[in-house]
């Protein structure tokens, strides 16, 4: 276990190298200057070669990025060359907001996923079964940047009673996160449908009801603890998805995220941020990958750890 | 992934079940967490930008919202009222000793937010670091090359020496002035350390939201916070405007949202003339857009009125040149371009473009401009006017670092941009000399000629309003001769307020100043 | 009982979905008497009514005219993608998982880097800093989109070649790349289809969210991602213009949805047990 994780974080290393290089050498060689953004309309030639080299951005491409990974190595992303600001601080501020509005997608997803769930696998083959996968299957199918806009329209327009967009109270994080929660609530009812009618199967199910225990008991103390096994592996791989993949929830809604800062960055060709944007996601990525790995590895020593090379 | 079995022993599962009521307790923390306190909505103005200020530190304030910015939270020499006309603010009296010397008397009533009086130290100290050599040289530099030296005469009192006449020397002058201290220091990077001497000052400054608060007293008004949220997307800034979550939209470019919003009853309308001018540029390195008949081809082929009365609600006037018609320079006997399919056929035909017979032969363009969905949609009208002529117009659009890029390499054929909140007919200079050639200007289209060069010179340094204005008329029918632009139009400024929002005036270059004399009235202010 | 006609109707269902999509795309000039992308500004933002179905859009374009030439945009679109990333990502996984070795080595270190790293925000980057064209837009999905396939493949090849008749032909002494074509290509091929179906659904889903971003191609005649993004400016004046696109996609997923999740419960034996 402990090599696997090691050889984990020593492949981390040349791909995000890598990764990071790509996105370097696409923004250079990319027509847009983040000179124009600093130095603005009126400045002459010469000052803005001074600010081009005071940026050290006149160096050939491979020095630069050759600074930049000593920078990471010693914990400094760099500053960003538009707001003169640490790359650092600048993604800190964000990190809460989109862990914040992952929780609560996440939170929501849970207690409307798992309860519909639970009930469609008691009532397995009813018309309420029946009922319930074909509305997951309908939220499953809906694009986010589609369903974004209706919340909106329905719910602030027409009705008034959140906000359009932004972060400010409790009401305000209601509608992003209800967009990003409808698909994963979709798959967590099939996820806990599954997993609950294969435990209600077993035989110590069989076994505790024979002992006269009760059904509520039975499926608190039994079928629920069995399956939370899946349940909460799905629900971490669905929030590693959320913290990188709501870039799109975030524009609808102008939630102040990383990836509002990376789309902003990008326009803005403040190279800094961009990379450091994407550098931090390649961790997390691969942070998330590994825990959900050991999760499984935890839960079921049988999964061989090979399985992730496959 | 599902092929997990439910084996596992019963004693794992608890710790795995703690996970749940953690996870809920962590988003009701964070919920709390994000409720912030905000001050009471009766004394709170609140607005939305598109970006956050680059900066507040105003020496190096290029872009549009870190001006805006500056206008609440700092004072400078000179400032600009509602119809764009250059006025006093610290400066109290002007006196040009000879047309290369300049001495402003400075007012006392000015403190900095620390509490001391603004001098003419401080305003010297400024205007050093603009035009000296510090280590990060600042964006206004190039405004300041002709400035000889700068003395203080007495507290009260500074003088300005220049190397060479400039007609336009004073308009330089509306920067934000720091306190010396801080004005000779390098540029502050921590927003709430700006000490400023303008009637706000800023309170909080998050990635979502800036808050300004009011220092200076003023009884006419009820605006004691101005809010200023972030909303990168002009659809939503609307329908908060809708929600009753903002104050105030000034100039969006989406009019298609306020065919209905003006049948709202919370809402109301202000309109002013406005300060800005549309434009089509082309690219003087393309051998084909080289040939003026093929440039007035295209300018006789744009049906600017139609695209008007329909895409911009008629709120816009045809333009004639870049200045707008309340200007002082601008040229009254200018004509404007007449819409005439015809005659563009015919330039076109004379130019070696025949539209029909043997030879048929269709010019082709591309056309590129900032990614806003209006403004491609103006784009798609005018490709749709050009396609009616026989010239293909395809419109590409882009971020604007890349747009700029391009236009600035002269990569892009045809381009449209707009010149907003400019001051004075130097903007000639700055966009058709030859010197101007980006990086140095805004001739994009690599305008070169030396008539143009030599009346645009002219016209800079003279100092006389008659003889100078006279020079200007020239340029602007040579201009027009020229045709190195379609101008298109001059939009309407247009303000939309929530009815409590009483005593605001539109500015005509756009700037939001207005805000501080705003009083609120209890009238329903709500939607719902 | 039940839950088997639940699978029957939900194949038939999402059958019909895309087959009238389709039909839709293939047949757009027969569906409505106006020419794609013919613009008139002075018929703008018109309601409903017999002339234009489903009203006129910001640029006075029929919204119904649109939806159909948008369907063949889409669909054309997200078909080339896939066509290109499947038969790209095929090639690879079957000629990697055959042959082994280096170039297998290769191939799984390039996957690592690719995997290393949220697909959706690489595309975004790539896609925010080329042109917008509909070339770029093909490569950048393309550029992550090989993966999928490649892998899929590859574990299909491993245990394909393990199989007897394969071991019977190599024993025969058939050269490699006669059990390649005659013997594996066959076999993958059920397999290629169900990947090509899903992968369409998901391919439209990036497009219309890259457009939705401002990051796609803004051609005269739109994709229904396009035609979102316009709709979306005037959502609360004439929401139809940004329903109606919406809800075409959400269709063609909902039926590709609807079709895999029936056929995998067909296929899979073990799954099917479990249900029922």
């Keep these: ?310 | 992934m599902h092929k997990l079995k439910g084996w596992v022993s019963l004693e794992q599962c608890p710790r795995l079940m703690d996970f749940f009521p953690l996870l809920g307790l962590f988003s009701c923390s964070f919920l709390i967490g994000c409720t912030s306190k905000q001050p009471p909505l009766e004394k709170t103005f609140r607005i939305a930008w598109e970006n956050i200020p680059r900066t507040p530190d105003p020496r190096y304030s290029v872009d549009a919202d870190s001006q805006y910015l500056g206008d609440f939270i700092h004072c400078s020499l000179f400032s600009y009222g509602p119809l764009g006309e250059i006025k006093y603010q610290l400066a109290s009296a002007v006196h040009w000793t000879d047309p290369k010397t300049v001495e402003i008397t400075i007012q006392s009533g000015f403190r900095f937010s620390n509490g001391k009086g603004v001098t003419a130290s401080d305003v010297q100290a400024n205007f050093e670091y603009l035009r000296g050599d510090p280590a990060d040289p600042t964006p206004m530099k190039s405004n300041f090359k002709d400035v000889a030296q700068i003395e203080v005469l007495a507290p009260n009192k500074v003088r300005f020496r220049l190397s060479k006449t400039n007609g336009e020397f004073l308009n330089f002058l509306s920067v934000g002035i720091l306190p010396r201290e801080q004005a000779s220091g390098p540029r502050i990077g921590d927003p709430k350390q700006v000490i400023g001497c303008g009637h706000f000052g800023i309170d909080e400054w998050t990635v979502d939201h800036i808050q300004l608060k009011r220092k200076v007293e003023n009884s006419k008004s009820d605006v004691d916070y101005i809010r200023i949220e972030i909303v990168k997307d002009e659809t939503t800034r609307l329908l908060k405007l809708r929600n009753s979550e903002l104050d105030l939209v000034q100039n969006s470019t989406n009019r298609d949202q306020l065919t209905k919003i003006t049948e709202y009853p919370h809402l109301r309308l202000m309109k002013r003339p406005g300060l800005n001018t549309t434009y089509l540029a082309f690219q003087y390195a393309d051998p084909t857009l080289k040939v003026k008949k093929v440039r007035r081809a295209i300018a006789h082929a744009i049906d600017r009125q139609k695209i008007i009365d329909h895409l911009l609600q008629s709120w816009a006037i045809p333009a004639a040149t870049i200045l707008t018609p309340t200007d002082l320079y601008y040229n009254k006997t200018l004509k404007q371009v007449e819409f005439n399919p015809a005659i563009s056929k015919k330039l076109l035909d004379e130019a070696g473009f025949p539209m029909r017979g043997q030879n048929k032969k269709e010019p082709r363009f591309s056309l590129k401009l900032k990614t806003t969905a209006p403004r491609i949609l103006l784009a798609h009208a005018i490709a749709d006017d050009l396609s009616k002529v026989g010239i293909a117009l395809e419109v590409e659009s882009s971020d604007w670092g890349k747009f700029k890029g391009d236009v600035d390499q002269g990569s892009a054929q045809l381009w449209t941009l707009n010149w907003i909140g400019f001051r004075g007919p130097d903007i000639y200079r700055f966009a058709f000399s030859t010197d101007s050639t980006p990086p140095n200007g805004a001739n994009r289209g690599r305008v070169s000629n030396s008539k143009l060069d030599t009346l645009l010179d002219q016209g800079h340094q003279e100092v006389d309003f008659q003889k100078r204005k006279a020079i200007y008329d020239q340029i602007q029918e040579f201009v027009q001769e020229e045709v190195p632009y379609v101008f298109l139009w001059h939009e309407e400024q247009y303000a939309i307020l929530n009815k409590r929002v009483k005593n605001y005036e539109p500015y005509v270059d756009g700037r939001l100043i207005s805000i501080e004399n705003v009083k609120f009235s209890s009238e329903e202010s709500s939607n719902h | ?276």
């Excluded at chain 3, 269902?13 to 895309?18: A, H, N």
């Excluded at chain 3, 491993?158 to 066959?186: M, Q, T, V, W």
């Design chain 3, 1 to 276: 009982m039940k839950l088997e006609k639940f699978k029957n109707i939900r194949l038939m269902i999402g059958l019909t979905l895309l087959l009238m999509i389709v039909s839709g795309a293939l047949f757009a000039s027969l569906a409505t008497p106006y020419l794609p992308g013919k613009m008139d500004i002075s018929q703008r933002l018109l309601s409903p009514s017999p002339e234009h179905w489903l009203g006129t859009d910001l640029k006075g374009i029929d919204v119904w005219t649109s939806l159909l030439y948008g369907a063949r945009m889409s669909l054309g679109i997200s078909f080339l993608t896939v066509l290109i990333t499947t038969t790209l990502g095929g090639w690879v996984g079957l000629f990697s998982g055959y042959f082994g070795g280096w170039p297998e080595q290769l191939m799984m270190r390039l996957i690592d880097i690719f995997m290393a790293f949220p697909g959706m925000i690489l595309t975004l980057t790539v896609a925010a800093l080329l042109p917008p064209t509909y070339f770029s837009l093909i490569f950048t999905i393309s550029l992550t989109g090989w993966i999928g396939p490649a892998r899929l493949v590859r574990g299909e090849v491993l245990s394909l070649k393990e199989r007897d008749y394969i071991l019977a032909a190599k024993a025969l002494g058939n050269p490699p790349l006669r059990i390649l074509f005659r013997h594996l290509c066959p076999a993958l091929f059920p397999l290629l289809m169900t990947q090509i179906t899903t992968s369409i659904a998901a391919v439209i889903l990036v497009e219309s969210g890259l457009s939705f971003l401002g990051l796609g191609p803004h051609g005269m005649v739109p994709t229904w991602g396009q035609l979102l993004s316009e709709g979306r400016t005037v959502i609360a004046e004439s929401p139809v213009l940004a329903i109606a696109p919406g809800m075409s996609i959400f269709i063609v997923i909902l039926s590709v949805n609807l079709i895999t999740d029936a056929l995998r419960d067909q296929f899979d034996p073990l799954r099917k047990r479990r249900l029922s």
């Design chain 1, 1 to 310: 276990m402990g090599t696997y994780i090691l050889r984990r974080f020593l492949y981390f290393f040349p791909i995000s190298f890598a990764v990071v290089f790509l996105v370097g050498i696409m923004i250079h060689i990319v027509p847009g200057d983040p000179i124009e953004q600093i130095a603005g309309d009126f400045s002459s030639k010469n000052d803005r070669i001074a600010i081009r080299q005071k940026l050290g951005l006149d160096q050939p491409l491979h020095l630069q990025i050759l600074r930049y990974y000593t920078g990471i190595l010693q914990g400094d992303l760099g500053k960003s060359l538009v707001v003169n600001r640490p790359v650092v601080d600048m993604i800190a501020e964000r990190v809460i907001p989109t862990l914040e509005l992952a929780l609560s997608s996440i939170f929501l997803a849970c207690i409307i996923g798992i309860p519909l769930g639970a009930l469609s696998a008691v009532f397995n083959r009813s018309f309420f079964d029946l009922f319930l996968m074909s509305t997951s299957l309908i939220a499953g199918s809906m694009p986010s940047f589609w369903l974004g806009p209706l919340l909106i329209l329905f719910f602030s327009v027409h009705l008034g009673w959140l906000p359009v967009s932004g972060r400010s109270g409790f009401t305000s994080i209601l509608l992003p996160s209800l967009a990003l929660s409808t698909s994963i609530a979709a798959v967590l009812i099939r996820v806990t449908k599954t997993s609950f009618l294969e435990q209600i199967r077993q035989n110590y199910v069989r076994t505790a009801r024979s002992k006269g225990l009760g059904e509520f008991r039975v499926f608190i103390k039994h079928i629920l603890k069995n399956s939370a096994l899946s349940i909460v592996t799905v629900v971490g791989l669905q929030f590693g998805a959320l913290v990188t993949g709501a870039i799109i929830t975030e524009k609808v809604f102008d939630w102040p995220g990383i990836g509002t800062l990376i789309a902003v960055s990008i326009e803005r060709r403040d190279y800094p941020v961009v990379q450091g944007c994407v550098f931090l996601f390649a961790l997390a990525f691969l942070v998330t990958n590994l825990i959900t790995d050991v999760l499984y590895f935890t839960i079921d020593p049988r999964i061989r750890i090979n399985r992730v090379d496959k």
